[in-house]
């Protein structure tokens, strides 16, 4: 078992920035790949970052690239997710996951363990 939980997420008006934090505990963290998803309410669940084992890859939702940043810190057991230029349409419930495989996979279903999730709720 993986528990990840997360935290950081708030309100902030649209421009401004936030970081995300998600620390695992259980089992080796460089084991599993970590993603970042988000749900907005009557929406469905959706992919917004992932990185690899040991960081060497990262692979972001369009509509984010540029303005987010996954990182993680392998010795913190710590995954997080900066997030610049913020806009209304950020507004969701952030979860982050971990999927034990060596590649960064998009898809919700492939991730073996999720957090509860964080608010962001960005004002116009």
């Known amino acids: 078992q993986v528990q990840l939980v997360e935290s950081g997420g708030g309100l902030v008006q649209a421009g401004g920035s936030l970081r995300l934090s998600c620390a695992a505990s259980?089992?080796?963290?460089?084991?599993?790949?970590m993603g970042w998803f988000r749900q907005a309410p009557g929406k469905e669940r959706e992919f917004v970052a992932a990185?690899?084992?040991?960081?060497?890859?990262?692979y972001y939702k369009d509509s984010v690239k540029g303005r987010f940043t996954i990182s993680r810190d392998n010795a913190k057991n710590t995954v997080y997710l900066q997030m610049n230029s913020l806009k209304p349409e950020d507004t969701a419930l952030y979860y982050c996951?971990?999927?034990?495989?060596?590649?960064?996979?998009?898809?919700?279903?492939?991730?073996?363990?999720w957090g509860q999730g964080t608010q962001v709720t960005v004002s116009s």
């Open positions: 996951a971990a999927h034990n495989t060596i590649v960064v996979v998009t898809i919700a279903s492939r991730y073996d363990y």
């Open positions: 259980g089992r080796t963290f460089t084991n599993y790949a």
């Open positions: 990185i690899s084992r040991n960081a060497d890859y990262t």
